[in-house]
């Protein structure tokens, strides 16, 4: 992965977290689920992203 890339999900992914825990200290139990689940989601869509690159750079070229 480039690292403008990952500082891009590394940046999104903890604006995330911090609005989780904006939302908690507000007391907006459904923002702090929609969030968490927006969160869960944008990470692992990161791991998805890292391993399908790293699979074409690995990929053997006929």
């Known amino acids: 992965m480039s690292k403008p890339l990952a ?5 999104v992914g903890t604006l995330l977290l911090a609005c989780i825990s904006l939302f908690i200290a507000l007391r907006e139990p ?4 929609l969030f968490s689940l927006i969160s869960l989601g944008f990470i692992g869509y990161g791991f998805v992203t890292k391993a399908k690159m790293r699979r074409r750079k690995n ?3 006929e």
């Open 30 to 33: 459904w923002m702090v689920l």
């Open 7 to 11: 500082l891009l999900f590394a940046v």
């Open 59 to 61: 990929t053997p070229s």
